[in-house]
């Protein structure tokens, strides 16, 4: 007797990114997998009394958007603070920051994200003297979109200590003006995490912040915030199509609430992989918590085996690494988080213990360093499907670009990131980079052409979360000058980045990223026809139905 179907999508423009059947009409889904892919009327045997009807309308149906790169824990605690996006000169951010924080006098502090650099309009940078002036009686805090510089005001600094200034590690800066005392502007990690402890938000940030666990444990009240939390942030991505998130901050804590969630009822609405974040001050004998996190999750929809490495900072602040030095600081290159060798060490060791390893390298010079230390660990422990990952990418050097393919390393990058997309200012980060360098910054084309595997995302919550505007942003992008090679990526292409190529980047290619009989049911419905909409436009629509495992995940009302 042949089964009936549980759900069964009909009227669909299917883009299944399946060769063998590049497009459908309907689709059948039985016990979370896809069961048949056909055209109007071909499944309809196996249309039973209890299976669900969904018409899609003439919309597209395409694999579930994997987010392969994104910040799920602390993006989700940001969901309710307050949003700087678009706010663009003092009276402006005078009004957004007086209208947030009047109804939230009783907080320890008042978080804010997505300051530009030049949110005060030009070449001025935001200093706690400012942000006194609007806010003066209750610690502030504003961090730029990209999640590597925040802004204090005073009573933020004198609560986290910083005011008088601190000794940091290298590649971390606490900014000091004149008068011997901090201007208010923190930059990386180490520098702006003593204000978010003294806020009430270190939890969310362990995983990017040391890659260790709370300490003390956190109590049953403050287990049921983090729980809330972290369903806060899968339903969002849920919202958006996305069902797979590729984590690249972790620690064992948001294993364990991830685990937690998928014990209940409905289970997780988002396969989810969380990696070990390796810190500069750790030993490698910490690989083996890596190790030991890896053989305890490995399942379809919860997983770890990946090291996550910063090598650099960001091109804004001056702490990316760069080859040859910045085009306006002419005497500085960056200085790592972690030195050539001592990388180096890293990937031999994670490679040995197979895991595969991610590393943040924004500059051409940590680029370079990254892909040595992965030649490293080949040459040590010889070669194999690694499929070990550099993330962003935003300046490479032309002499590395072969390299991605020769060593199978794959270019994971953010469409949403490159100054002029998506409501990017150009400055400073052009000027930072230099004419000279354009060519080969944000270069997917360039490193898609060179051979390299390139998986998309958004690094929410460093710029919006939606694939659909990523997409987009991937198909309008237009080069910073005439002679620079254009580097956008057809509707396609675009596509594969959030599907097919996530599923690879995760050793899952054989299971999700095509709606193809056999695979995992992860479905997104669009509620247009994204094949006949103007690239200009693509932003504007939006997931209808998100199904994953089987399960609608999401139903837009």
Same mark, same amino acid.
Not at 104 to 116: C, K, T, Y
Not at 477 to 501: H, I, K, N, V
């Given at each position: ?84 996006? &678009?706010?663009? /000169? ?63 005001? *005073? ?28 201007? &208010? ?21 362990? /995983? ?34 996305? *069902? ?52 305890? $999750? ?14 650099? /900072? ?21 200085? /790592? ?30 680029? !370079? ?99 659909? !505007? ?12 005439? *002679? ?19 599923? $690879? ?53």
């Amino acid at each position: 007797m042949t089964p009936t179907a549980d759900l069964l999508i009909l009227n669909a423009r299917v883009l299944t990114l399946d060769p063998g059947r590049p497009k459908a009409t309907e689709i059948a889904i039985i016990d979370g997998k896809i069961a048949a892919v056909g055209a109007k009327g071909e499944l309809a045997s196996l249309r039973g009394p209890g299976t669900e009807v969904i018409d899609a309308g003439g919309g597209s149906v395409v694999p579930g958007f994997s987010e392969n790169h994104m910040h799920l824990f602390s993006g989700s605690a940001e969901l309710v603070h307050l949003q700087l996006s &678009g706010v663009h /000169g003092l009276p402006a951010l005078t009004e957004a920051i007086r209208n947030y924080g009047k109804d939230r006098l009783e907080q320890v502090m008042l978080f804010a994200q997505g300051a530009d650099y030049t949110i005060l309009g030009g070449e001025e940078r935001l200093t706690r003297h400012h942000l006194d002036a609007i806010w003066p009686d209750q610690p502030l805090a504003l961090f730029a979109p990209d999640h590597h510089t925040a802004w204090a005001n *005073t009573k933020a600094l004198e609560l986290a200590n910083l005011l008088h200034g601190a000794e940091l590690r290298p590649g971390n800066e606490i900014v000091m003006g004149d008068d011997g005392l901090a201007t &208010g502007e923190l930059r990386e990690m180490e520098a702006f995490s003593p204000v978010q402890a003294a806020g009430g938000f270190a939890r969310y940030r362990l /995983g990017l912040a040391t890659g260790g666990e709370p300490d003390p444990r956190p109590t049953d009240l403050e287990w049921r915030t983090d729980m809330e939390v972290m369903r806060r942030g899968l339903e969002y991505c849920a919202r958006h199509g996305i *069902t797979t998130i590729q984590n690249m901050d972790g620690n064992l804590y948001q294993l364990e609430l991830l685990a937690a969630i998928e014990k209940e009822d409905g289970g997780l609405p988002c396969r989810v992989a969380i990696p070990f974040h390796f810190k500069n001050f750790m030993s490698l004998d910490m690989l083996e918590k890596a190790s030991a996190m890896s053989k305890a $999750y490995d399942s379809d929809f919860l997983r770890s085996g990946m090291v996550k490495v910063f090598y650099d /900072g960001v091109l804004d602040s001056w702490t990316a690494v760069m080859v040859e030095p910045y085009a306006d600081r002419p005497d500085y290159v960056g200085e /790592g988080l972690f030195t050539p060798e001592r990388f180096r060490e890293i990937a031999i060791e994670a490679d040995r213990r197979g895991l595969q390893i991610a590393v943040h390298a924004i500059g051409d010079g940590a680029v !370079r360093a990254v892909l040595d230390g992965y030649e490293a660990a080949r040459k040590e422990n010889g070669a194999r499907d690694s499929r070990h990952r550099i993330e962003h990418i935003e300046v490479v050097h032309p002499d590395d670009l072969p390299r991605f393919a020769e060593l199978g390393v794959i270019a994971s990058m953010q469409p949403p990131h490159p100054p002029g997309c998506m409501g990017v200012p150009l400055e400073p980060t052009v000027s930072r980079i230099g004419r000279s360098r354009w060519p080969l910054s944000y270069a997917w084309r360039t490193i898609k052409n060179a051979g390299a595997r390139i998986c998309f995302a958004s690094d929410w919550p460093v710029s919006p979360i939606s694939p659909i !505007r990523g997409i987009q942003a991937a198909m309008i992008r237009e080069p910073w000058q005439a *002679t620079d090679p254009d580097q956008s990526f057809t509707l396609m292409e675009a596509l594969e980045g959030y599907t097919t190529e996530g599923a $690879y980047a995760e050793f899952r290619e054989d299971r999700k990223g095509r709606i193809k009989p056999g695979f995992l049911a992860d479905i997104t419905i669009l509620n247009a026809d994204i094949e006949s909409v103007a690239p200009d436009k693509l932003g504007e629509v939006e997931p209808a139905i998100t199904i994953c495992g089987g399960k609608i995940t999401y139903k837009a009302n």
